[in-house]
């Protein structure tokens, strides 16, 4: 019995290190976020902003995990005077898609109501100092039965219990 404790011990360190390595590799499929326009907290440049075209970054995704049927995209600024600031809501995106071209919609994808009061894309457009702008992308599980005029709160409530993956770039823009 004496002999079998290095065993069951050295059994143990392997299985945790198996354990930790196996956690690694999810870690490094975990789906992302990026644009090519910029890096994560990095400067948003002048064209997509109210005081440029005021039109969308391109956005690459990557990673999207199994079993997604739909993804939805927030961009906001959480450092707005009143509160964070919704900039652009997008649901109903096909899991396929890969990229969002720059001034475009992705064909079948619906947009919401921003605080802007549009549906569509609304630039940085920050009254003082650096604001952060944060793109959210969210994989869900189903495909949402929202309308048109929807808010980011609509889109929330809709997708609660239905995430499977979420993943965030940052772009920054002063005035």
């Known amino acids: 019995m004496r002999h079998l404790i290095p065993f069951v011990a050295l059994a143990a360190i392997l299985l945790a290190f198996s354990a930790a390595a196996g956690k690694e590799v999810t870690k490094m499929d975990a789906m992302t976020i990026e644009s090519p326009a910029f890096k994560d907290n990095g400067m948003i440049p002048k064209q997509y902003t109210c005081d440029g075209k005021d039109i969308n970054p391109p956005i690459l995704f990557r990673n999207i995990p199994p079993g997604t049927r739909s993804l ?104």
């Not at 649901?91 to 919401?112: C, F, M, Q, Y």
């Not at 189903?142 to 409530?157: A, H, M, P, Y």
Request: net charge positive.
């Open 72 to 175: 939805a995209l927030v961009v906001d600024d959480p450092d707005a005077p009143a509160g964070t600031w919704v900039h652009w809501v997008l649901w109903n995106i096909d899991p396929g898609t890969r990229e969002v071209k720059e001034h475009s919609v992705p064909t079948g994808a619906l947009e919401g109501r921003n605080d802007f009061r549009r549906t569509s894309y609304g630039g940085p457009c920050p009254p003082s100092g650096t604001h952060r702008y944060f793109f959210k992308l969210y994989a869900l599980d189903t495909v949402l039965s929202i309308g048109r005029n929807s808010t980011k709160q609509d889109l929330e409530k809709a997708m609660k219990g239905h995430i499977l993956a979420e993943a965030r770039t940052v772009g920054l823009y002063k005035r």
